[in-house]
C-alpha cells in the first residue's frame, strides 16, 4: 500500500497555492491513467461522498478509495456530504479504505464532536466543510481540532456552478478566526466550488492557500501550462 509521509499537512507548500485535484472530474474510465497524468502537478486528491440526500449527488465508494490507495501515494482527502445517521458509519469505512484526511460538514453541528473523536481514534486527519450560507462563526469552537477547513464557492454537490459573491469575504472571515485561534497545529484553509482563471486570484487574495481543482485542471487544454500559471498566483 502507498502512504504519504505522516507529516504531509505539515509538508504542504506554504509559498503557493496547494493543489487539490478532485476525482469527481477525472476521466473515470481511465482513472488510473489520470492519476498517473496529474501526480506530478497534485498535491492531494479529492474524493467527494455524497448520500444523495445531504447533497443532491450520489458519489463515490469506500472500494474506490480503497482502490486509489493501491495506486498512489498521493494524501487522499474525503469530503463527506452524509446525513447525520450515517456520518459515524461513513467514518468508519473511508478510515479504513485508507482515506488520509476526511473532511464532515459544519452543519453536521449535532454530531460533530463525536465525528471528530472518532476520527482521531482512527487516526485520520480532521477537516471541515461549511455550506455557502452556513455562518463561518459557527467553525470557532472545532477549529482547534482541524487540519483543514473548507469553504464551499457554490451550492453543495452541485458541479459547473459560478462563485458565489460572498465567497472572498467568507475566506477573509475564516482566515481571521483561524489566526485567532491560536491553534497549535497547522489549518489549511481551502476553498472548493467555481475554480476559474478569473476567480483564482481573487480567492487567493482573500486567504485561500487550497484549491479544490476539478475541470480546471482535468479539463485544462494544457496540464503543465495551467498547473505552471496556478503556481505562480
Known amino acids: 500500500m502507498l502512504l504519504p509521509a505522516a507529516s504531509w499537512i505539515d ?3 506554504s509559498g503557493r497555492l496547494i493543489a487539490e ?16 497524468r496529474i501526480e506530478p502537478y497534485a498535491d492531494a486528491l479529492h474524493v467527494d461522498v455524497a448520500d444523495g440526500h445531504f447533497a443532491p449527488a450520489l458519489l463515490f465508494f469506500p472500494d474506490l478509495v480503497g ?5 498512489t501515494g ?12 450515517i456520518l459515524l458509519s461513513q467514518i468508519e469505512q473511508f478510515s479504513e479504505a485508507g482515506a488520509d484526511l476526511i473532511s464532515i460538514h459544519l452543519e453536521n453541528a449535532a454530531v460533530a464532536d463525536a465525528a471528530l473523536d472518532l476520527l482521531e481514534t482512527k487516526g485520520v486527519a480532521a477537516g471541515m466543510v461549511a455550506k455557502v450560507e452556513t455562518p463561518i462563526a459557527n467553525v470557532s469552537r472545532f477549529l482547534p481540532r482541524l487540519r483543514f477547513l473548507t469553504l464551499l464557492g457554490t451550492e453543495v454537490g452541485i458541479k459547473g456552478q459560478r462563485l458565489n459573491g460572498a465567497a472572498c469575504g467568507r475566506l477573509r472571515e475564516a482566515r481571521r478566526l483561524i489566526a485567532e485561534s491560536r491553534a497549535k497545529q497547522r489549518i489549511v484553509l481551502a476553498a472548493d466550488g467555481g475554480i476559474r482563471e478569473g476567480t483564482v486570484p481573487d480567492l487567493r487574495s482573500a486567504g485561500a492557500e487550497s484549491l479544490v481543482l476539478g475541470s480546471f485542471a482535468f479539463g485544462a487544454p494544457e496540464l503543465v501550462s495551467r498547473m505552471t500559471w496556478l503556481r505562480a498566483i
Not at 482502490?67 to 495506486?71: G, H, M
Not at 474525503?78 to 446525513?83: E, I, P, R
Request: proline content about 6%.
Open 11 to 13: 509538508d504542504l507548500p
Open 21 to 36: 485535484f478532485s476525482v469527481w472530474s477525472a476521466d473515470l474510465l481511465r482513472l488510473h491513467d489520470e492519476l498517473i
Open 74 to 85: 498521493l494524501p487522499i482527502h474525503v469530503h463527506l456530504m452524509a446525513a447525520d445517521a
Open 67 to 71: 482502490a486509489i490507495r493501491q495506486a
